[in-house]
DNA sequence: CGCTGTATGGCATTCAGTGCCAGAATAGAG
DNA sequence: CTCTATTCTGGCACTGAATGCCATACAGCG
């Protein structure tokens, strides 16, 4: 689709308009309806022709999504960059995209309302999280033998995609909470401990590597003295 | 009063014909490509109005999912009255949606074809299989202390319904190859076997059952605010 | 200045999808 | 069998998304 140079400098200007009309078209949507707003109306609020929104964004969805796309491309250069053990990768990426939400809830909140209100848009969010699902299983295919992807690629990718919508949806539902990325890296962390017997060995060993801790404890154990045994476990290994 | 017998008799008739037509769709999808195919023309070719139609299967792309849907019905029933372990409930759920692509290639098989050709037809796909993971993560959930659906419930919902879909694309790029519900057994033993610790594990006992801890850290950070990190984490969860 | 490539806007058209209404088919009651 | 209520169907008109075509405005380059 032509050189790079022109595309970014170009691309810079569109860009900050871009974003304009879709906040604009945000509001319309949740204001007017989704349904009752066409795309008329988003080009007369906007200024931008109705012709143009549509060489712009394709279609009256991809309004909503436009940024959404903007970051898909930037996971998949993330991964294809990315020089750690695809596994971890995947990770990394999927935490890209959390933080692809997390980082502009202006759109991605009022979205996800939309999104839970009609079923056309809740499909098309469903195919994103897909396109991440497919990305992620064949970043992992590709990093272990290439060709097609595996079952276990597959389902890493759906249960690591899995868990991110998981810790996502709470987000949505209550974007004020404190402790989210604990809970995403929670998370992961589960994803983790049950792909990696299924998958590989995830850990290389070298200095800079996440750690993780497992405490398994009776249910009855007294919470200082849980908390005691960890500190003493984390002091032994270092 | 009468719903049923009446539904049935009439029920009947019209689904025979509903085959009929969704079967003379498929084939003009795949003749003369499914953008050019309009509703005008099925309507035209299978004699039923335009108006009837769209008053059947709500839109063109409903035309080639109408069996889907059914399929779904089918199996969210089978779901609600089975008395088994939630698991095998799923996992069974999963078998009786296989054996719904296999057992009618006349229809899967073209669909498949379409699908992977048409962006819009694919998200389409996903998302019926989006719905499958939701429902069976619902049933999970249910069946397991009700509420919202566990990071554990919705992992292993998306493991199966990928384990599950990735036999099924084998299938459908070869379906006269032999030993498919091996393969399917198979698969579905592997996500068991996977999803066995993490999903049985906590719901084993009463009140004394082990409860699990995983922490991701990097190596780099204080043991102060590890401890301070998992005690949070300890009283989130009680 | 002219030339070329590109983004934009306006216009017309196709087609999916919906509301409205009239007519046909059918079930049920007498 | 007849009348009636309900339901299914088809025709018609309309909205709006999406696309193609063409003219215009604006950039860089000689």
Redo the contacts with the bound molecule.
Sequence with gaps: M?SNG??A??GGQ?RA?TREVVLAAVRLFTEEGY???????I?ETT????????????????VLFAEHDELFETVVRYMEASPEPPLDTVVSAARLVFQGYVRDPEITVPRYRLVRAHDRLRDREVAMTARYQAAFSHHLAEHAGGGRPSLEAEVVAAALIAAHNHVLRGWLRDPEAEGIWERFDRAMGRVRAMAGPLFEGPRGGEGREDRVLVAVYPSGVERAELLRRVASAVDERG
């Design positions: 032509g022109e595309r400098a170009r569109q308009e349904e009752a707003t066409t795309m008329a109306g080009a200024g931008v022709s109705r012709r143009s929104l549509f060489r712009r964004f394709g279609s009256k969805e991809d």
